[in-house]
Structures are given as structure tokens and as C-alpha cells.
Nanobody, 126 residues
Framework: QLQLVESGGGLVQPGGSLRLSCAAS????????IGWFRQAPGKEREGVSC????????NYADSVKGRFTMSRDNAKNTVYLQMNSLKPEDTGVYYC???????????????????WGQGTQVTVSS
């Protein structure tokens, strides 16, 4: 079973940065696309960004374009989400999951290919 574990969350002031990690166990990420999702208190879970591991192509939600960057380290079997210029509205629990592809691009659909993990809490507050 595909299993991914998130880490790296924390409390940061507005304008600050955090880097989240998503580590795979029991399988190699090489043949998958991985997405980051978040869920703010009282709101539905939403897609943030995704990456196709094999070619590095990325897809970002409009709300994070220019501020968030996904990357991967194939040797560590890990995907990262670098979050800069953080805003209070970025607060939430962040999850990673394997996602589907359509026409070669990753899709930020909640119908993921791997189960949801525990997530990692990101709080942006002064």
C-alpha cells in the first residue's frame, strides 16, 4: 500500500517561510505524481500543488502561484513543498498523496491514489 508521511509544519509569522517534506515508504516515487493538499479549520480540503516525479512538471493552485514551489529528491524518495511569503490564509493541516495524471499532467483531485496521512499543521500568525 502506498504510504506517505508529512513533516515540517510549524508556527511562522506572516511573510515567513517553511519547507514541508513528504516521504514515501514501501514504494518508489519514480512512477507517480504527488500532490499537496491543505485543510483550514471549517473549510473543505483543497489542492495546493502537484508534481510528476518522472519529468518534474508541476501544477499549482492560483492562490499559491509564485509563493510555493514543489521539488523532489529521488535519492531520498521525498517530495518537498517550499512555502514562502506565507499568509494567515495559508494556515491549515497539509497533506500529501499520490494523485492521478491526465494528458501527462498531475491533477489536484481529492480522489487520490493513496490514503490520507496524519498531515502536518502549518500556522501563520503574528
Amino acid at each position: 500500500q502506498l504510504q506517505l508521511v508529512e513533516s515540517g509544519g510549524g508556527l511562522v509569522q506572516p511573510g515567513g517561510s517553511l519547507r514541508l517534506s513528504c516521504a514515501a515508504s514501501g514504494f518508489t516515487l519514480d512512477y507517480y505524481a504527488i500532490g499537496w493538499f491543505r485543510q483550514a479549520p471549517g473549510k473543505e480540503r483543497e489542492g495546493v500543488s502537484c508534481i510528476v516525479i518522472s519529468d518534474g512538471s508541476r501544477n499549482y493552485a492560483d492562490s499559491v502561484k509564485g509563493r510555493f514551489t514543489m521539488s523532489r529528491d529521488n535519492a531520498k524518495n521525498t517530495v518537498y513543498l517550499q512555502m514562502n511569503s506565507l499568509k494567515p490564509e495559508d494556515t491549515g493541516v497539509y497533506y500529501c498523496a499520490a494523485v492521478t495524471r491526465r494528458l501527462g499532467l498531475c491533477v489536484l483531485s481529492l480522489q487520490t491514489l493513496s490514503p490520507w496521512g496524519q498531515g502536518t499543521q502549518v500556522t501563520v500568525s503574528s
